[in-house]
């Protein structure tokens, strides 16, 4: 089992910056997938970005599209998803999470770490 470890959350103004990061620990993460996800109380889980580990390939949902960038630090086991230009739609708690490559099946999830971006 993979554990994961989220920091790097806080309170921006409209247009500043946050960078979060997911250490991942238990695992080589060869062929396995991570990803970042939001979500608000009474909302659906959205998927922010991915990111498949060995060759680097990458997802973004259209809100955050040129905006948010998903990198990962191999020697480290970590991703971070750099957030620019945030707004106040942008305030949720966001959840970093992993699976094996080609798997429907999110299997281990972070703790989670809150965003809030004010007007």
């Known amino acids: 089992q993979v554990q994961l470890v989220e920091s790097g959350g806080g309170s921006v103004q409209a247009g500043g910056s946050l960078k979060l990061a997911c250490v991942a620990s238990?695992?080589?993460?060869?062929?396995?997938?991570m990803g970042w996800f939001r979500q608000a109380p009474g909302k659906e889980r959205e998927t922010v970005a991915a990111?498949?580990?060995?060759?680097?390939?990458?997802y973004y949902a259209d809100s955050v599209k040129g905006r948010f960038m998903i990198s990962r630090a191999n020697a480290k086991n970590t991703i971070y998803l750099q957030m620019d230009s945030l707004k106040p739609e942008d305030t949720d708690v966001y959840y970093c999470?992993?699976?094996?490559?080609?798997?429907?099946?999110?299997?281990?999830w972070g703790q989670g770490t809150q965003v809030t971006v004010s007007s």
């Open positions: 238990g695992r080589t993460l060869t062929n396995y997938v």
């Open positions: 990111l498949t580990w060995s060759e680097g390939i990458t």
């Open positions: 999470a992993i699976k094996y490559r080609g798997s429907p099946t999110w299997n281990s």
